[in-house]
């Protein structure tokens, strides 16, 4: 769709024609927009009001020191309502739906209401039913409503209204076109907006659907993917209230798209949410160093899961004859005693938490053998013998005038219940009994074990058995340096994890929900959305799954953009190994980013990626032709920073990026200061207003080359420059 077709800042549908059938003037349009305007803002002021009142309320709840733990829980609850309220500033209100039957909704960032007990609803928070036909009533299918209006506001001042009939009488393709059409021309920040105000049906559909299992989002560049993500997790928290109280988990591709997409959440209003990578899931493990693609294909396969449960099985204890020496004495628990407690440990337990069972189990076990013991002993003894014990007892202290009762060992030798649990207590305190239980079932280390499994060909053929010869000799002679951890290994370290155990109980620390679970491996989280989730390998599948046990889980990404060095070409290739065929796929097929000019260079590039998708429909033009200059070698640090400092002052306020092949960027960034300037993976999610494209022919030639170059292609809003290198850099370089 051509911009020139696109709603004017006016209000279509406000005074259309004349009583007498004429076309209104242009002074009548004017009237009757300042008159729409004039309406809002006086709408927009009294929910600004309502929104103060509240936020003040809250505050003054909030003053007094919470003095036990239940009011600690229910000012952090007031809290969050305080913060949310204070974040719903910019676009406080943002729509309205006029019904059919006549009744008027404003939707907006929060929902309030009246004032006074059982107030009417002021203001419907988009996330609420009631403010879906704002997103999905069309002509078609008006859902009740008559008539649908985008406002747009500027901090507390309404600055334009955009109407959009519901019963036929105009044909735009997009939920409210000029609404829409605005944002996407604003310039870049580098910072992720929210786009509450502007999302599209396809878009909606898939931010409400179900989370009752995988669902497998396949969009194009530009079709909103991670807005869709990220509003996904918004209404989900607001939907499903117990699912904050385990938070979501949010991960990325890399540092820098977390950072780009970290204000968007909380402008949201939603806190209880954990952004990561695959990379930074393992508190205290760092990665620090590259890797070959070889080995990062290797070890990314879905065998090295039964390949660890094998090899952490095989480090169990043997049940066996234990000999345990107490106070002096040797005490022998058969074999078939410790076979019994060690099947009852292990079962459905990691390794950790299996031995502190059976460790348990042998203190109860050991002090019951310690008194049966002593009971043999004693039944051995004559009965003359009681007489003497009972006058030496009496010795020993105890005189008529006592008022303690004599025990059953006092004089029989048998030990009560209570010197029983007694005996176990001062069993499972000894030290000596810690050392004996430490050798036969010792605590292991999840680094230390990866490091010798992957030194080890004879262990990785035995529990790997379908690595090839040469594989394995890859993955040992890697691992052999002993070298910080590759991206490839964070997976293996968090499945060995996982198979382990804590030592010890995890003690919850942070007074918020995304506090205590990002300090916790262990943690289960309510959800999980995945962005760029083509580029995920199978054992990183793993960690989500083990994360989200519930599968309750949003994947959304481009499988065409896949760079990494996994060998799917599918959605159900690149998640059969964890998910099996439960999934469900979903689709954004609508591009909105990236103009219409851009688009239309990426067919050949997607056929030579060896796509088979169709790719999506661009629906806006920037009316600027993407450009091309051929330069020389000796021209590239040149060229490339007067063509970068031309597309700055062209875009003055807005953002300006920089992708190139691996092998020119540090030359780039010496030249180029802080434009960011990335290969075609690292720019993955991000946006620019305009984007220079380096060396594009050397980008293709790069491993899974031509998906790279689908991806820099794209990133743009409004222009695209490409310098093509001339075979003699192309030469030398190589």
Same mark, same amino acid.
């Given at each position: ?40 803002? /006086?709408?927009?002021?009294? /929910? ?29 609850? *007031? ?53 879906? &036909? ?46 829409? *059409? ?5 310039? @870049? ?45 918004? +209404? ?7 699912? $904050? ?13 977390? @950072? +780009? ?16 990578? #695959? ?51 040797? +005490? ?12 009852? $440990? ?6 950790? @938490?299996? @031995? ?19 009971? $043999? ?10 007489? !003497? ?107 060995? /994890? ?49 994360? #989200? ?45 990236? &103009? ?62 920089? !992708? ?48 790279? *170059? ?9 222009? *695209? ?14």
């Amino acid at each position: 769709m051509h911009r020139k077709s696109a709603p004017s800042n006016g209000t279509d549908g406000i005074g259309e024609v004349t009583p007498d059938g004429q076309l209104p003037t242009a002074t009548a349009e004017a009237a009757a927009r300042r008159s729409a305007v004039a309406e809002e803002q /006086a709408f927009l002021d009294l /929910a600004t009001a309502r929104r103060d009142r509240l936020a003040d309320h809250l505050q003054a709840e909030l003053s007094p020191e919470a003095l036990d733990a239940l009011e600690q829980a229910r000012q952090r609850m *007031l809290r969050q309502q305080y913060d949310e309220l204070r974040r719903a500033d910019d676009g406080l209100v943002f729509g309205r739906l006029d019904g059919l039957d006549g009744t008027v909704r404003h939707v907006g960032r929060v929902g309030l209401r009246d004032d006074g007990e059982g107030g009417e609803p002021l203001l419907v928070d988009w996330r609420a039913p009631a403010a879906r &036909p704002f997103y999905t009533a069309t002509a078609v299918d008006p859902q009740g409503q008559a008539r649908r209006r985008h406002i747009r506001t500027m901090g507390s001042t309404v600055v334009g209204v955009d109407d959009e009939p519901l019963d036929g009488s105009t044909t735009a393709e997009l939920v409210g076109e000029g609404a829409l *059409l605005a944002a996407l021309d604003q310039r @870049r920040t580098g910072r992720m907006s929210t786009a509450i105000s502007t999302l599209q049906r396809e878009q909606d559909d898939i931010i409400r659907a179900e989370a009752t299992g995988p669902l497998i989002v396949q969009g194009g560049p530009g079709t909103g993917k991670t807005v869709v993500a990220l509003h996904r997790v918004a +209404y989900l928290l607001f939907t499903h209230r117990k699912m $904050a109280e385990q938070a979501v988990l949010v991960l990325g591709p890399s540092p820098r798209f977390l @950072r +780009y997409i970290a204000q968007v959440l909380p402008a949201l209003g939603e806190t209880a949410v954990v952004s990561a990578t #695959c990379d930074t899931l393992l508190t205290g493990i760092h990665v620090g160093r590259d890797e070959s693609r070889l080995l990062a294909e290797i070890k990314g396969r879905a065998l090295w899961q039964p390949a660890l449960e094998g090899y952490v099985a095989s480090l169990l204890p043997r049940p066996r004859d234990l000999k345990v020496r107490w106070e002096g004495e040797f +005490y022998v628990i058969s074999a078939a005693t410790v076979a019994q407690a060690f099947t009852s $440990a292990v079962q459905g337990r990691p390794y950790h @938490r299996a @031995r502190a069972v059976f460790t348990e189990q042998l203190h109860h076990i050991l002090a019951d053998v310690v008194a049966e013991q002593r009971e $043999a002993l004693m039944d051995e003894m004559e009965e003359g013998f009681e007489d !003497i014990l009972a006058r030496v007892d009496r010795d020993m202290g105890r005189d008529q005038h006592s008022t303690r009762t004599s025990t059953g060992s006092d004089v029989d030798g048998l030990l009560s219940e209570e010197e029983v649990e007694q005996l176990r207590c001062r069993i499972a305190e000894d030290a000596t009994i810690a050392r004996f239980i430490e050798a036969w079932w010792p605590t292991l280390d999840a680094e230390a074990l990866l490091g010798d499994l992957l030194t080890d060909r004879v262990l990785l053929a035995r529990f790997a058995p379908q690595l090839s010869p040469e594989e394995i000799t890859a993955v040992a002679a890697d691992a052999a340096e002993r070298a910080p951890w590759a991206s490839s290994d964070i997976p293996l370290l968090d499945a060995l /994890a996982d198979l382990l155990g804590e030592v010890g109980a995890p003690q919850p620390q942070g007074e918020f929900v995304a506090d205590r679970a990002r300090r916790q491996r262990g943690w289960v989280y309510g959800h999980v959305v995945i962005d760029e989730a083509q580029e995920l390998s199978e054992m990183q599948w793993h960690m989500v799954l083990r994360r #989200c046990p519930s599968r309750s889980i949003t994947a959304v990404g481009d499988i065409d953009q896949a760079e990494a060095a996994h060998r799917h070409t599918s959605w159900a290739q690149a998640v059969r190994a964890v998910f099996g065929d439960r999934w469900t796929a979903a689709q954004l097929t609508i591009c909105y980013r990236t &103009p219409r000019e851009v688009m239309d260079l990426t067919e050949p590039v997607l056929k030579r990626a060896g796509s088979h998708n169709t790719p999506p429909r661009a629906v806006r033009s920037s009316g600027i032709a993407p450009w091309e200059l051929t330069i020389t070698p000796a021209e590239l640090a040149g060229a490339a920073a007067e063509a970068v400092r031309q597309l700055q002052q062209r875009w003055h306020g807005g953002t300006v990026g920089v !992708i190139a092949p691996a092998d020119h960027i540090a030359t780039l960034q010496a030249v180029l200061g802080d434009v960011p300037v990335l290969t075609a993976t690292q720019s993955k999610g991000l946006e620019w207003d305009a984007t220079l494209l380096i060396d594009p022919q050397g980008i293709a030639a790069e491993p899974r080359g031509w998906n790279g *170059l689908y991806v820099a292609l794209t990133r743009c809003t409004q222009e *695209l420059g490409q310098l093509t290198l001339t075979q003699q850099l192309r030469g030398s370089a190589a």
